[in-house]
């Protein structure tokens, strides 16, 4: 179906080339009607139902990490969707909470990840958006915070478990 791979095209193109012979407004309500479920889910929609979703996280610490993971993805994308649309405070406050989601878990390696993703968009924002440069220098501090545990958990990795090489000997 057309709207499956242009779930914008409109009803009168969708009309002319299906080859619509009947009345164009009937179409085009019917069109309207089913269009939604070909139109792709909005990042604030899925924040939304991920927040309604949140109890499940209690379950274990698993689902709560996958949870923290998930929303602080959804709102580093909403951040830059917003600092896109020139709503700085708003992409601000988005990268701010998908640092914080991530805080929690400090030990973990893919939230430091998700985290330094988040810090070093949230800086490439603001410098466009020519914020304070002590506002960029908090944000600098935290991304360099976090490469160096980052660093230092990649060590202590490497320590534990002996290359093949120094297994041999």
């Not at 299906?18 to 407004?25: A, D, M, P």
């Not at 929609?45 to 991920?50: A, F, I, Y």
């Not at 923290?68 to 917003?82: G, K, N, P």
Request: net charge neutral; proline share 5%.
């Amino acid at each position: 179906m057309l709207l499956s791979a242009y779930p914008q095209m409109p009803a009168t193109v969708i009309a002319e080339r299906v080859g619509w012979t009947g009345s164009i407004s009937w179409f085009r309500e019917r069109v309207r009607a089913i269009r939604r479920e070909y139109l792709p889910v909005d990042p604030v929609d899925r924040l939304e139902l991920v927040n309604e979703r949140e109890p499940l996280s209690t379950s274990s610490a698993d689902h709560d990490k996958h949870y923290r993971y998930l929303r602080a993805i959804l709102q580093t994308e909403l951040s830059t969707c917003q600092f896109s649309r020139g709503n700085l405070q708003e992409a601000y406050n988005l990268g701010l909470a998908a640092v914080q989601a991530l805080s929690i878990i400090p030990s973990d390696q893919n939230a430091r990840v998700i985290a330094m993703k988040s810090i070093f968009d949230q800086i490439h924002n603001l410098s466009v958006g020519e914020a304070p440069a002590a506002l960029l220098a908090i944000y600098a501090h935290l991304l360099v915070q976090l490469c160096n545990e980052c660093e230092a958990n990649q060590r202590k990795r490497s320590a534990i478990s002996p290359t093949p090489s120094q297994a041999r000997h």
